[in-house]
T-cell receptor, first 115, second 108 residues
Framework: DGGITQSPKYLFRKEGQNVTLSCEQNLNHDAMYWYRQDPGQGLRLIYYSQIVNDFQKGDIAEGYSVSREKKESFPLTVTSAQKNPTAFYLC??????????????FGEGSRLTVL | GQNIDQPTEMTATEGAIVQINCTYQTSGFNGLFWYQQHAGEAPTFLSYNVLDGLEEKGRFSSFLSRSKGYSYLLLKELQMKDSASYLCAPDSNYQLIWGAGTKLIIKP
């Protein structure tokens, strides 16, 4: 099946710990995105990547890090520097700048709770 | 700056029609998307408008006026499963800009 796989679906973290959220896609899309969603709010862009080995900060990149070593994979690390990490994290893919309109396809999301 | 305005919440009756409005201000506008998001789930694509006018897709239709920076999503024959948030997302230089969404509550 073509799609986007995020894992884990639920994650609990103690304060001071780094955690990494996985996002894998087999849609052959160039662009990948990480969003954060808090209750009653819109999606806020953390990082995005239009091509392998390159990524850009979004609106709320502080306390997060990413890598794009393969086209299929775009993991997000939530570091201990992120002051309020409890949120719903969504990974998305798109055809990118060369692919025309920016329709995004989403994974099922990862819900992170800091204890 | 970039701005999107949608009502926070709307209530409608099963079987009725509801219109969800969205006004936006963006640069490099390339079109506008509507997504549906059920509670606790990821958004799913509903519609895309790039030209002015109405696009109809089954029970859902979406309208765009580029000159007015205005779009609406029209849902007909409402069903209980339509209870969800509806997100208006203009494409600005091939990046989607997200509003907070409109929570639609359907009552029997």
């Amino acid at each position: 099946d073509g799609g986007i796989t995020q894992s884990p679906k639920y994650l609990f973290r103690k304060e001071g710990q780094n955690v990494t959220l996985s996002c894998e896609q087999n849609l052959n899309h160039d662009a990948m995105y990480w969003y954060r969603q808090d209750p009653g709010q819109g999606l806020r862009l953390i990082y995005y990547s239009q091509i392998v080995n390159d990524f850009q900060k979004g609106d709320i990149a502080e306390g997060y890090s990413v890598s794009r070593e393969k086209k299929e994979s775009f993991p997000l690390t939530v570091t201990s520097a992120q002051k309020n990490p409890t949120a719903f994290y969504l990974c998305a893919t798109g055809r990118g700048l060369t692919g025309g309109p920016g329709e995004l396809f989403f994974g099922e999301g990862s819900r992170l709770t800091v204890l | 700056g970039q701005n999107i305005d949608q009502p926070t919440e709307m209530t409608a009756t099963e079987g009725a029609i509801v219109q969800i409005n969205c006004t936006y201000q963006t640069s490099g506008f390339n079109g506008l998307f509507w997504y549906q998001q059920h509670a606790g789930e990821a958004p799913t694509f509903l519609s895309y408008n790039v030209l002015d006018g109405l696009e109809e897709k089954g029970r859902f239709s979406s309208f765009l006026s580029r000159s007015k920076g205005y779009s609406y999503l029209l849902l007909k024959e409402l069903q209980m499963k339509d209870s969800a948030s509806y997100l208006c997302a203009p494409d600005s230089n091939y990046q989607l800009i997200w509003g907070a969404g409109t929570k639609l509550i359907i009552k029997p």
